[in-house]
């Protein structure tokens, strides 16, 4: 007598559906079954991870349409749903006690890794909030490949060390009772405004180098942060100029005057010009409307700057070879193959004389500007009052 063949445990449909459905909801909420931090349960108690999985698989049924039996999947049933995803490879033989969550998406472990690393370095070091609370979920969530690594895969092999000197978090700023009321606590709304393209009112309530202050609506078009802090970068709507403010010196408040927006399109565009100018001058500031416009049309010509550096700065400033993309050197060498100097020489708009002088500065008893005469004469004024303060 022929044997009966022998069904796969997931022959039926609803089985069948049902590990469809487990491996569709861990890919759609990765780090289901985590304690919620606000929900931890009480000293003694048990947090059932599976119980989280189960209320989000039987949601995700209900939204494709499909119907499940009353309180199924079981708990234990879930339980045997998970051992075979592990038989397959498709979750790892290990615990997932910070929730479960399928491989690592579009990228392989190592790209993670590295991908891990640059979200640790501007949690950590630049200060964002946003990246700081995804970095910490992150964090929690990969702490198993971690243990499995020894350590291996959380250390910080690569960092970006530079701080800003202000404060970004809000939940920190709370916490140290520092309160700024800045628009770092906006960030959500102001960067909805940046994908949809959508118009804003800020409110600048302080700027130490003249820019306007009180009300404007800007079409925000991208955050950066640049080297000691986090500015935004906007375009105002009465006249498409382009501007860059530091995010603190703004008030809290960010309010939506055109919700639709105006497109990715068009932001793209404005930002493609900003990131012209920011390639042409030195530093951030872009300049007057009416400079900055003449410059954009291509009618604004850019000034010959020639600085002088003398020993022992001469080395570094060589090594520089990609400090601007539109620098040149040229070194002096005596008999003996040592520099006498290197000559610094780069075109400039206007607008950027005083972002490159600060640079200058950092090296100023081995600096000597050359041209053009307005740049000398303040080179040379600034030198003076450093010297007369010592007298």
């Keep these: 007598m022929p044997k009966k063949p022998q069904l796969h445990p997931y022959a039926d449909r609803l089985s069948f559906e049902r590990i469809l459905l487990l491996i569709a909801t861990l890919i759609n909420h990765p780090g289901i079954g985590c304690c919620n931090p606000l929900d931890r349960p009480k000293k003694g108690q048990h947090h059932n991870a599976l119980e989280p999985l189960q209320k989000k698989e039987q949601?995700?049924?209900?939204?494709?349409?499909?119907?499940?039996?009353?309180?199924?999947?079981?708990?234990?049933?879930?339980?045997?749903?998970?051992?075979?995803?592990?038989e397959?490879?498709?979750?790892?033989?290990?615990?997932?006690?910070?929730?479960?969550?399928?491989?690592?998406?579009?990228?392989?472990?190592?790209?993670l890794k590295v991908a891990f690393n640059a979200l640790h370095?501007?949690?950590?070091?630049?200060?964002?909030?946003?990246?700081?609370?995804?970095?910490?979920?992150?964090?929690?969530?990969?702490?198993?490949?971690?243990?499995?690594?020894?350590?291996?895969?959380?250390?910080p092999v690569r960092a970006y060390?530079?701080?800003?000197?202000?404060?970004?978090?809000?939940?920190?700023?709370?916490?140290?009772?520092?309160?700024?009321?800045?628009?770092f606590h906006c960030l959500d709304a102001l960067e909805v405004a940046i994908a949809k393209g959508q118009l804003v009112e800020?409110?600048?309530?302080?700027?130490?180098?003249?820019?306007?202050?009180?009300?404007?609506?800007?079409?925000?078009?991208?955050l950066f942060y640049h080297d000691i802090a986090w500015y935004l970068l906007y375009e105002y709507s009465e006249n498409q100029h382009l501007e860059v403010g530091r995010l603190d010196r703004f008030k809290d408040y960010c309010h939506?005057?055109?919700?639709?927006?105006?497109?990715?399109?068009?932001?793209?565009?404005?930002?493609?010009?900003?990131?012209?100018?920011?390639?042409?001058?030195?530093?951030?500031?872009?300049?007057?409307?009416?400079?900055?416009?003449?410059?954009?049309?291509?009618?604004?010509l850019l000034e010959e700057v020639k600085v002088r550096f003398f020993p022992p700065v001469t080395t570094f400033i060589l090594e520089g070879e990609c400090r601007h993309p539109h620098q040149k050197l040229?070194?002096?060498?005596?008999?003996?193959?040592?520099?006498?100097?290197?000559?610094?020489?780069?075109?400039?708009?206007?607008?950027s004389f005083h972002e490159f002088s600060r640079w200058v500065y950092r090296y100023m008893g081995c600096a000597q500007v050359l041209s053009p005469p307005d740049l000398v004469e303040k080179h040379r004024q600034a030198a003076q009052a450093v010297a007369a303060r010592y007298r």
């Design 59 to 86: 949601e995700f049924a209900q939204s494709l349409g499909i119907t499940f039996p009353d309180n199924y999947p079981s708990i234990g049933t879930l339980r045997k749903d998970l051992e075979t995803l592990r």
């Design 88 to 111: 397959f490879g498709i979750l790892d033989r290990r615990m997932y006690r910070w929730g479960y969550y399928l491989g690592t998406g579009v990228m392989s472990w190592e790209e």
């Design 121 to 155: 370095s501007q949690a950590v070091y630049q200060g964002d909030p946003t990246i700081r609370e995804i970095y910490q979920i992150l964090e929690k969530r990969l702490r198993g490949l971690d243990l499995d690594s020894n350590g291996d895969f959380s250390y």
């Design 161 to 183: 060390l530079n701080r800003p000197i202000i404060y970004t978090d809000p939940q920190q700023m709370q916490a140290k009772g520092k309160n700024r009321h800045t628009l």
């Design 202 to 222: 800020l409110y600048r309530h302080r700027e130490p180098y003249g820019q306007r202050t009180g009300y404007i609506q800007v079409y925000p078009l991208q």
């Design 256 to 300: 939506h005057i055109d919700p639709t927006g105006r497109g990715q399109q068009k932001q793209r565009e404005s930002l493609k010009e900003a990131q012209k100018l920011m390639t042409t001058g030195w530093g951030i500031y872009l300049g007057t409307p009416c400079d900055q416009q003449l410059e954009r049309q291509g009618k604004l």
């Design 330 to 351: 040229r070194a002096k060498k005596d008999s003996n193959g040592e520099y006498i100097h290197v000559d610094y020489m780069i075109k400039l708009p206007p607008r």
